[in-house]
């Protein structure tokens, strides 16, 4: 069975390393950062010295409902701007919404990849005297020419969820010298000292979660209740953000702490080029990058489906539970036909895992069976 992150089980990939605190200060000597239990909270600390009620904030349409949420509970407004199929801002849309009151445009690197014309983006917070946000959300050690995504712009985040077996956990980067001299950390900055909810919680559906693996047809029921609990459309993005106002727990600190970074990437690079070889010659299915360039540790392999819901059935028959759609568009979004790119692809994406918890060779035969 292919699930949708690694468990803390995954002994092969679990040896200690340098962790992701010596990682980040290796690859982005000039950023200081501080951990975080979401990535959403690390958002609204690293924008709240900086702005004032009443101003906006640019972000692409392409994104979950509930990262704009930080934005708005600092007074700001979120203005999505419209991207093209390569997930390049429509500089044209983009450009025409900047005016005097935005504070601020924010770069989404999809799946471990730079989102593509980061270069402009720059440039265009330049020229405007408004700050960069790198969102790396999705990839924590993803290295691109020498940088580590998170780290263009003013400041970034990324969250650790997306990397390791981990209930919570995220990073503030703050790269430029404004930023760093605005910053007052809030009481969520920072890792727990102290075992909480979430540590046993974790541990405790870590522990189940080995169990069921053991009966996959109980497995799969599980899994079936757990996704309907986590479709985000059952839950309002407002509530979503309060849930996730927590300092990063300590179970989190611990395995971040000691993760190893380099067999990590690896491990989910070999994964990526096996789904590619494994769903090469399909015309019903396109992946989203062909290259896979040095320094990127994906974080899923991303395909569009001529029938996304017949392409993940097709999936979870074969025991790939862990594939999903992405994302659930804000309804601002999903009813606006500006943004027919983002929702022709969220109407398409799947996200096949690639996380160190797999063998490859689950992944191959995942593709014979696909065949038959
Ligand atoms: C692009 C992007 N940015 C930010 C976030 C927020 O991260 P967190 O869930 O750690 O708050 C997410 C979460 O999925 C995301 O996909």
């Known amino acids: ?212 693996e053991t009966a996959p047809s109980l497995q799969r029921s599980v899994d079936a209740v757990l996704s309907d609990e986590a479709d985000p459309s059952s839950v309002d993005p407002r509530s979503r953000y309060d849930d996730a106002k927590i300092p990063m727990s300590r179970v989190s600190g611990a395995v971040a702490s000691v993760a190893d970074p380099d067999p990590i990437r690896a491990a989910r690079r070999e994964n990526f080029r096996t789904w590619q070889r494994v769903l090469d010659g399909r015309d019903d299915v396109t992946p989203l990058y062909d290259a896979l360039p040095e320094g990127i540790s994906p974080y899923e392999f991303a395909v569009r489906a001529s029938d996304q819901t017949a392409f993940l059935e097709e999936l979870n028959d074969v025991g790939v539970v862990g594939a999903h759609s992405w994302p659930i568009l804000r309804r601002s979004v999903r009813e606006d036909e500006t943004y027919e790119t983002s929702i022709r692809l969220a109407n398409e994406l799947v996200a096949l895992p690639v996380h160190q918890g797999i063998d490859p060779s689950t992944i191959t035969a995942v593709g014979d069976r696909l065949r038959r």
């Open 1 to 212: 069975m292919i699930r949708a992150t690694p468990s803390v089980f995954d002994a092969s990939r679990s040896k200690s390393g340098e962790g992701i605190g010596s990682f980040v200060e290796r690859h982005a000597p000039d950023s200081t950062y501080t951990y975080y239990g979401s990535g959403k909270i690390a958002l609204r600390d690293g924008l709240a010295g900086l702005v004032d009620p009443g101003e906006n904030v640019l972000v692409p349409a392409y994104l979950s409902p509930a990262v704009v949420e930080p934005f708005h509970e600092l007074g700001l407004e979120s203005r999505f701007y419209a991207i093209e199929e390569t997930f390049e801002p429509d500089f044209a849309d983009l450009e025409a919404r900047i005016d005097d009151d935005t504070v601020a445009v924010m770069s989404v690197n999809y799946f471990g990849f730079p989102q593509p014309g980061l270069e402009r983006i720059a440039a265009l917070t330049d020229e405007h005297d408004c700050y960069h946000i790198d969102d790396n959300a999705h990839a924590p050690i993803s290295v691109h020419d020498g940088t580590l995504l998170g780290t263009h712009g003013d400041f970034g985040v990324t969250t650790l969820r997306k990397l390791l077996p981990v209930p919570d956990g995220a990073v503030l980067y703050r790269t430029s010298d404004e930023v760093r001299a605005q910053f007052e950390p809030s009481p969520l900055a920072g890792r727990s000292d102290q075992v909480g909810t979430a540590d046993c919680q974790f541990v405790a559906t870590s522990v189940a979660r080995r169990l069921l």
